[in-house]
């Protein structure tokens, strides 16, 4: 519904060089009064939004490899990174042991308890980022990656299932950072904190589902469950500059309005 973010304004923006060559197309600039300005969520607003730490993204911190987990998994780790990823305020552990020569590793999912939540395989030569931030109304916080390779990155946003271990892709999105009023593709090593706020007890994210962004680098660009791929909004500082791109319609909603309606 409308509010007063909705403003209908029309936001040309730079976009950098494609590290990751996810191409931006543009329509026609003529249709379009150049602005380079967001003027429906200032910077200011962003930084107070951000103050919440119940709505904060969370990255894995690296931690020195301790006896009992050594004893726990059994194989040679290669380095340990803990966060609170099932969700009861204790912090877990994410152990990676040593890579085969191809790159490829185990990873184990340890609870603080020392419970093996899971073990997924990862190559260390790909690019993979990981953060951590509850959106939804059960108590572990959903993940949110950036992973691929330099032709092409996919970002999601995912469940986890801590009985089964098996993690769920609920939306593939496009991060797009606000800074000083300005909008920047959100590079996973420009973006700082989601754009996310408490509405009563629903967690509700800042994002876009009128775009112009196109995807057409090697990753997934048509994802099966998806009609689009929304925008959503980030705070960060852009390392790049480049591509012109139209968002329009920016609103608050929750992962569920989202994925309810991008879904096929
Ligand atoms: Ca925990
Ligand atoms: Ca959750």
Redesign the pocket.
């Known amino acids: 519904m409308k509010n007063h973010f909705i403003t209908c304004i029309i936001l040309i923006v730079l976009f950098s060089s494609c590290k990751d060559n996810s191409e931006k197309k543009t329509d026609s600039e003529n249709s379009v009064k150049e602005e380079q300005k967001i003027d429906s969520l200032k910077s200011e607003e962003v930084d107070s939004i951000q103050a919440d730490p119940e709505i904060s993204i969370i990255k894995p911190k690296t931690i020195p490899l301790t006896d009992e987990l050594k004893k726990h998994i059994g194989e040679e780790i290669d380095s340990v990174k803990t966060i609170d990823f099932t969700?009861d305020k204790v912090l877990d552990f994410i152990c990676i042991a040593k890579p085969d020569t191809t790159g490829i590793a185990n990873e184990y999912w340890v609870s603080s308890e020392y419970k093996t939540i899971k073990k997924v395989k990862n190559n260390l030569n790909t690019i993979h980022h990981r953060w951590f931030i509850?959106?939804?109304?059960?108590?572990?916080?959903?993940i949110y990656e950036a992973i691929g390779e330099e032709d092409g990155v996919n970002y999601t946003i995912q469940?986890q299932n801590l009985q089964t271990g098996k993690d769920k892709i609920l939306l593939y999105i496009n991060p797009v950072i606000i800074e000083k009023n300005k909008i920047y593709w959100g590079y996973a090593w420009d973006t700082k904190n989601i754009i996310a706020r408490k509405n009563g007890k629903v967690t509700e994210v800042f994002c876009s589902l009128n775009h112009t962004i196109e995807r057409d680098g090697n990753e997934e660009t048509n994802p099966k469950a998806q009609k689009q791929m929304p925008v959503l909004f980030f705070s960060g500082h852009h390392t790049q500059e480049g591509f012109q791109l139209i968002i329009k319609d920016e609103q608050w909603l929750s992962l569920k309005e989202i994925i309810k309606k991008t879904k096929r």
């Open positions: 969700g509850n959106l939804d109304d059960d108590p572990e916080p959903e469940d």
